[in-house]
């Protein structure tokens, strides 16, 4: 839930484009449903006999259909810039993690898109190894890498019974 303000505005060839999000509240489903992907049938994938010879054998053949030339390309896309202007956006997954962040990313789309920019976790827990760590700090930077696999840096703490601090420090890309 929440509410954003966006303005556009084209300044020559490019379009620019301002999300101001001062508030957001987002509701992950507390587990990820994952589906079995359906097998139609390919026109280019055909199952049988290999080899006459050995009649046991089965293979899968897959004949490349040829590709229609692409078209043409008349004018180039119109470039557009998205500054999102992240103000308090807080994620939550129940009996996992609860993360407040902000921040002021860039997305860049012409040909392609990609982000810049940097959104900083403020505040929030993430439940590890059965263990509710509290976030002290963290960024995630993106880099214009396309797709975007933005650089994460945090850090968060658990207090043990026996009043010991634990840290739990990730580094690097996300998708690692």
């Known amino acids: 839930t ?13 379009r620019s484009v301002a999300v101001d999000v001062p508030a957001l509240s987002v509701q992950l489903p507390q587990t990820i449903k994952a589906n079995v992907q ?15 010879s050995e009649p046991e054998t089965l293979a899968v053949v897959v004949r490349e259909k040829p590709r229609p030339p692409p078209a043409p ?8 810039d998205v500054e999102l202007v992240l103000g ?13 962040l902000s921040g002021r990313p860039k ?25 509710k760590f509290t976030i002290e700090k963290g960024t995630v930077t993106f880099t214009e890498a396309s ?22 420090d990730f580094v690097g890309p996300v998708k690692t």
């Open 147 to 168: 797709p975007p696999n933005p650089v994460v840096v945090a850090t968060a703490v658990w207090a043990a019974p026996t009043g010991a601090r634990v840290y739990a």
């Open 73 to 80: 390309e008349t004018e180039p896309p119109t470039p557009i």
């Open 38 to 52: 359906s097998l139609d049938t390919k026109e280019n994938v055909h199952v049988g006999v290999y080899r006459p």
């Open 88 to 100: 308090r956006i807080t994620v939550n997954r129940p009996n996992s993690a609860e993360i407040a």
């Open 2 to 14: 929440g509410t954003a303000n966006v303005d556009v505005v084209d300044v020559g060839a490019r």
């Open 107 to 131: 997305l860049t789309i012409d040909r392609g898109a990609r982000m810049s920019g940097q959104i900083a976790l403020e505040s929030g827990w993430a439940n590890l190894q059965g263990k």
